[in-house]
């Protein structure tokens, strides 16, 4: 049999925050779980109200809340289907999930305890799911612009020309015109061949980044009159499929972005090893935009994430933008291939 002692242990060890709370409303103990997630101390918690631990907004429906639920009061979740803020000390604001449970203390009187989970790592996983899910459709969107632009458009020209082509009478006119549809099929073909190295560059699956690379700025070339300074370092033998990956889309998205919004016609690309990380760096001369460190530029900081690294942005209105971008090199002994992931 477990001595009320041993109870006492129980709740101090417990891995979530707990609290004791009476029918007032008043912190009648805590454990250090909740100590530690709240920033108060138990001498300072222990006899106060539970709306401290609540964001001011919400205090006073919290309060009513908490009136009703010592009417008929039953184990349950609290705020199903709200997102629950807990205030800590220094102000800030934590994602939270609360459990309530009632009981009666040893003296008779009503008390509730509530178990609190931090929830801000689950949330960041949600979060990062939606941006997937996000990321998918965006990606389908294009593949659907892109077939409709590259493939469509030219099939429909072919038609065309062929229904010409029967009707040109003279030779010459059908030799003519028979060279403007081949010449059209290839246009055609590079076409399509620039969609797939949109989708999947081939030479990744070999892991060669900077062939590419080198590739994905000539289509950029090409389609936009862009221009991209590269010099790019073979860093294949330091780098898994992930990694690689990683930084083709980061760099495919920062020229991008230059030739989008920074209303300049070149960029310059590095991509070298530097010890244990792989860096990528892209640089325009552009009119620069007001970053600040939060919004925007989501994807290149997931991606890069996803894989242990990270970005930095120096940029600011008039100065032009650097984003860099670092990953961890793998070792010569890793693991490495497509299947890994
Ligand atoms: N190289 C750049 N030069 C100027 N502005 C940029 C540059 N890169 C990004 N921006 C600004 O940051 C914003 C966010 O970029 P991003 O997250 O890639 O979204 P999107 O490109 O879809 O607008 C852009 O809309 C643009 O205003
Ligand atoms: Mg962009």
């Known amino acids: 049999m477990l001595t009320e002692r041993d109870y006492r242990?129980?709740?101090?060890?417990?891995?979530?925050a707990m609290l004791i709370v009476d029918?007032?409303?008043?912190?009648?103990?805590?454990?250090?779980?909740?100590?530690?997630?709240?920033?108060?101390?138990?001498?300072?918690?222990?006899?106060?109200?539970?709306?401290?631990?609540?964001p001011a907004a919400s205090r006073a429906r919290h309060g009513r809340h908490r009136r009703h639920y010592s009417e008929a009061p039953q184990?349950?979740?609290?705020?199903?289907?709200l997102e629950l803020l807990a205030l800590r000390r220094d102000g800030a604001t934590?994602?939270?999930?609360?459990?309530?449970?009632?009981?009666?203390?040893?003296?008779?009187q009503e008390h509730v305890i509530c178990t609190i989970r931090d929830i801000t790592g689950w949330k960041r996983m949600r979060q990062l799911s939606r941006a997937m899910v996000t990321a998918v459709e965006n990606e389908r969107k294009r593949l659907s612009r892109d077939l409709h632009d590259e493939f469509l458009q030219y099939l429909v020209a072919f038609k065309i020309r062929v229904k010409l082509l029967a009707s040109e009478s003279g030779a010459e006119d059908r030799e003519g015109a028979r060279a403007q549809i081949a010449a059209e099929i290839d246009d055609a073909i590079r076409g399509v061949k620039r969609m797939i190295r949109g989708l999947l560059p081939p030479e990744l699956e070999y892991r060669r980044l900077s062939?590419?690379?080198?590739?994905?700025?000539?289509?950029?070339?090409?389609?936009?009159?862009f221009t991209v300074h590269a010099s790019l370092d073979r860093v294949d033998e330091d780098l898994d499929a992930a990694a690689a990956l990683a930084l083709y889309r980061i760099v495919q998205e920062a020229v991008t972005n230059a030739e989008r919004h920074a209303r300049v016609t070149e960029a310059t690309v590095m991509l070298k090893s530097a010890g244990d990380v792989v860096i990528a760096e892209i640089r325009d001369e552009g009119c620069g935009f007001e970053f600040?460190?939060?919004?925007?530029?989501?994807?290149?900081?997931?991606?890069?994430?996803l894989v242990g690294g990270g970005i930095t942005v120096d940029t600011a209105p008039g100065r032009g933008t650097t984003i860099r971008v670092t990953v961890p090199a793998v070792g010569p002994d890793d693991e490495r291939g497509l299947d890994r992931w």
């Open 9 to 16: 242990v129980v709740f101090e060890a417990s891995p979530d």
């Open 23 to 54: 029918s007032e409303g008043t912190v009648r103990d805590l454990n250090p779980q909740a100590v530690a997630m709240f920033g108060w101390s138990r001498e300072e918690l222990d006899g106060s109200p539970v709306e401290r631990l609540v």
């Open 75 to 81: 184990a349950r979740p609290m705020g199903q289907g």
């Open 94 to 108: 934590i994602p939270v999930e609360i459990s309530l449970s009632p009981g009666r203390l040893a003296s008779g």
């Open 211 to 225: 062939s590419a690379l080198a590739s994905a700025f000539r289509d950029i070339g090409e389609v936009h009159g």
């Open 292 to 305: 600040d460190g939060h919004t925007g530029l989501t994807s290149m900081h997931e991606r890069a994430a």
